[in-house]
């Protein structure tokens, strides 16, 4: 008969003592026990409460951790077998309920304010329910992540709205976060004609393909006549206790940009505005105006930055942000090729630049054509570029956006295999969180410390995870969950590199060439 929470199968007891946010539960058998993420419904006195198992542990009341002896346990075990019906053996569970199941079905959490009672019958929610509760996720501004762990039909999605209060993807290296980010930016772009802009590290993401030119490659590099002060005094490397040099350079910067906004200084490619300052400083130095050894100090630091970074400093890059990142596309910076100070610089840039004429829009309440819409900016390796010791440009762009972003229309997404060297401030400002398996204890305590939602019993499950299956949990979505992430079939390169393809192919390789010039020898004679 089905119980009045329309429950699928009884599963166990409330025991112990029972609160409105928790119980444990006693599970009938040890056949088939439900796994961690199973979700469940049980009767309280204010009515049926919906909530999700964190844990299940087993245990014999007669082999305690304190038994010493094999052969005791041994004769215990073979006595059980031949008693089946008389065992002191147990599976428990703890439950965190989540919300009255009646508002759940109408879209709404409530939380519970009454436990249900010891001895209650918890049943396993059923597939209608569930798609019943997740199901009202489909429509506008919701996109799909993938599938309730333990039940594949159940489709489990996040509301991007919500998204726009920041998210971090966290994970093992193998553990899944670049095809989660593929999955996230697939459906932003293609089910929401949304604009992505991912900051890739390794070059994973630029053979995306989505069709419909959806996917829009972009080499690191910006415009000089864009470039803020504090960008180009990272790629000379400057360090804060050369104050000489920084004011040298800071006066060449003033007169170059004085003379380019009266039009007397144009730039070429053959002219750069690193060019003009190198000009103007040698100038400054021979007229005195400027600190001799500062000054040469900073020329040289200068000479450096034209040499190493001509690439990254490109006056053909188009001064409008929008001929850059462009709305509706996916856009992927594929920074595999410079180093981290260059790198920083770059992603710095975009995100000062995103930031500043998101704020300008929303000022001037300004859309339509040419306009940048709101966008979501990835960033990966972020334990690189947003450490929580070192001084980082990039660190400082993206702890504004993760203050102020949610306002304009800029929403951040950080992507890291170490978190517990992320910056503790802008971790704990998103809002949001996709962990996948993490192993190692100080990573798990660092994330749990800046997730309100996370709590010990999920925290213990993570380093049991498989690849692509997270926890998930935040205000992008309704209930937190255990999901089996969707395998990005758009992503084609990413892992592990098969190094024994490559020696074979190279091995064959040689053995062709050896054949052909033991051959052209035998022709030769």
Request: proline share 5%; aromatic share 4%.
């Amino acid at each position: 008969m089905m119980s009045p929470c329309k429950g699928e199968r009884e599963l166990g007891w409330i025991v112990g003592e029972s609160t409105p946010r928790s119980s444990q539960v006693l599970f009938k058998g040890d056949r088939e026990v439900p796994q961690a993420g199973t979700y469940v419904v049980a009767e309280t006195p204010a009515g049926c409460v919906f909530g999700m198992i964190e844990t299940v542990t087993a245990g014999n009341r007669l082999l305690s951790e304190d038994v010493t002896s094999p052969d005791s346990v041994d004769a215990l075990v073979r006595t059980l077998n031949e008693n089946p019906l008389v065992s002191p053996s147990y599976v428990r569970g703890s439950i965190r309920w989540l919300s009255y199941q009646d508002h759940l079905v109408k879209g709404l959490v409530v939380l519970p304010k009454v436990p249900p009672r010891p001895g209650t019958i918890v049943y396993s929610a059923s597939t209608d329910l569930l798609k019943n509760v997740f199901g009202s996720n489909e429509g506008r501004g919701w996109i799909e992540l993938g599938s309730l762990i333990n039940n594949e039909e159940v489709r489990y999605s996040i509301n991007v709205n919500r998204l726009m209060r920041h998210l971090a993807i966290l994970a093992v290296t193998g553990g899944g976060k670049s095809n989660t980010v593929c999955v996230l930016a697939r459906e932003i772009v293609q089910r929401l004609r949304g604009t992505v802009v991912i900051f890739d590290m390794h070059g994973e993401y630029s053979n995306i393909e989505l069709g419909g030119q959806l996917v829009n490659v972009l080499r690191p590099a910006m415009n000089p006549v864009n470039m803020a002060f504090e960008e180009l005094m990272e790629l000379a490397k400057v360090p804060e206790s050369a104050v000489r040099q920084e004011r040298a350079i800071r006066q060449a910067w003033a007169l170059v940009h004085e003379g380019y906004s009266e039009g007397r200084i144009k730039f070429t490619a053959d002219h750069t505005l690193v060019d003009a300052l190198i000009d103007t400083l040698e100038k400054l130095i021979e007229k005195g105006a400027v600190d001799e050894e500062g000054g040469r100090g900073a020329l040289n630091r200068l000479m450096d930055v034209k040499e190493k970074y001509a690439d990254i400093l490109d006056h053909g890059v188009p001064l409008d942000l929008t001929k850059v990142v462009v709305p509706g596309r996916l856009n992927v910076f594929d920074l595999s090729g410079v180093d981290e100070e260059a790198a920083d610089a770059i992603v710095s840039h975009y995100l000062r630049r995103i930031l500043s004429e998101r704020k300008k829009l929303k000022r001037r309440e300004e859309s339509g054509a040419g306009r940048l819409p709101p966008i979501i900016v990835v960033i990966e390796e972020a334990h690189i570029l947003i450490p929580a010791r070192d001084h980082k440009l990039t660190k400082y762009w993206a702890s504004r956006v993760a203050r102020e972003g949610r306002k304009f229309g800029v929403g951040l997404v950080i992507v890291s295999q170490r978190p517990r060297n992320v910056d503790p401030d802008v971790l704990s400002q998103t809002n949001n969180k996709i962990i996948l398996r993490i192993v190692e204890p100080q990573d798990i305590r660092y994330v749990q410390e800046a997730s309100e939602e996370l709590s010990e019993d999920l925290a213990a499950l993570l380093p049991s995870l498989n690849p692509g299956e997270a926890v998930v949990i935040g205000s992008m979505v309704k209930l937190p969950a255990i999901v089996k992430v969707d395998i990005c079939k758009e992503k084609s390169r990413g892992g592990d590199i098969d190094v024994i393809s490559e020696w074979e192919a190279l091995a064959k390789g040689e053995a062709r060439r050896a054949e052909e010039v033991e051959r052209s020898l035998e022709e030769l004679l």
